[in-house]
C-alpha cells in the first residue's frame, strides 16, 4: 500500500508539472522532491527535501554545495547529492549553448551583458571568461580563464594572450562577477582590465569591455569609459 500511495504521489506531481510545463507554482520544498524522484526511488521524497532545505537553508545554498559536502551533513547517497549539485553547472551550460554560436555579432553592451549573465549567473565564486571576436565581431569562442574564490579569481596573463591569438581574435571582451553583492570595480580588477588591454594591444587585439556581473545588476568598464575601452 505504501509502494503505491508513493507510485500515484510521484505520478500526481509529474502530471502537474507536464500540465502547467513550468515549476512557476511549486514551493521550493516541491521543486526539489520532484527532482529526487530520479535519484530516490523509494524513499518519501518530500520528507528528505524538508530535510535538505532545513540543513541548508534555501535552494541556492544547497545546489552550490559540493556533493561531499552534501553526503556528510545529510547522509544521502553519492548520486543523489550529484544530481542536486549538477543543476547549477547544467543550468550555465544550457544557456551558454544558447550563445556559443559563430553568427552572434556582438557590437554592443546588451549582447555582451546577456551572454556572460548567461554564463555567469548564480555563481557562488569568482569566475573570469573572455569573448573571443573576429573583425566583424561576430563570436569565435566563450573561453574560461580561470575560477577564484568568493572574492577574487586569478587572471594569467599569458592565458588571456595565448587563447585570444589561438581563436584568431580582432576582438575580445572580458568579464567577471562579484559574488559578494558590490558592482563596483576594485582596483585590482582595474589594473588587470589596463594590463590585459595593453598586452593585447600588443599583437593588435583590442579588448572592447570588461564587464562585471553582480546577482540583477551588472557594470561595464565601456560605459563608464574605463581604461579607453568602448565598443
Not at 21 to 46: C, G, I, K, M, W
Not at 59 to 68: H, Q
Not at 190 to 212: M, R, W
Request: hydrophobic share 35%.
Amino acid at each position: 500500500m505504501t509502494k503505491n500511495l508513493h507510485t500515484n504521489h510521484r505520478k500526481r506531481v509529474r502530471a502537474r508539472f507536464i500540465k502547467d510545463s513550468n515549476l512557476d507554482s511549486f514551493e521550493p520544498h516541491q521543486v526539489l522532491e520532484l527532482l529526487l524522484f530520479y535519484a530516490v526511488p523509494r524513499r518519501d521524497t518530500n520528507e528528505l527535501a524538508h530535510k535538505l532545505l532545513n540543513e541548508y537553508g534555501s535552494l541556492y545554498t544547497l545546489m552550490n554545495a559540493k556533493p561531499e559536502d552534501i553526503c556528510k551533513r545529510c547522509k544521502v547517497s553519492e548520486p543523489t547529492a550529484v544530481l542536486i549539485s549538477m543543476i547549477p553547472h547544467v543550468c550555465r551550460k544550457f544557456l551558454s549553448s544558447a550563445l556559443d554560436n559563430e553568427s552572434t555579432c556582438i557590437n554592443s553592451f546588451n549582447v555582451a551583458y546577456s551572454h556572460f549573465e548567461a554564463i555567469l549567473a548564480g555563481q557562488p565564486f569568482e569566475s573570469f571568461y573572455m569573448l573571443c571576436l573576429d573583425l566583424n565581431k561576430r563570436l569565435k569562442k566563450i573561453v574560461k580563464i580561470s575560477d577564484g574564490t568568493t572574492s577574487s579569481s586569478p587572471v594569467y596573463m599569458e592565458k588571456v594572450v595565448g587563447d585570444a591569438l589561438l581563436y584568431n581574435s580582432s576582438f575580445v571582451i572580458i568579464g567577471h562577477n562579484h559574488p559578494n553583492g558590490n558592482k563596483k570595480p576594485s582596483s585590482a580588477d582595474v589594473q588587470v582590465t589596463s594590463q590585459i588591454s595593453n598586452a593585447l594591444l600588443h599583437v593588435n587585439i583590442k579588448v572592447l569591455d570588461h564587464i562585471i556581473i553582480c546577482g540583477d545588476d551588472c557594470f561595464s568598464f565601456a560605459k563608464k569609459g574605463l581604461c579607453n575601452l568602448g565598443y
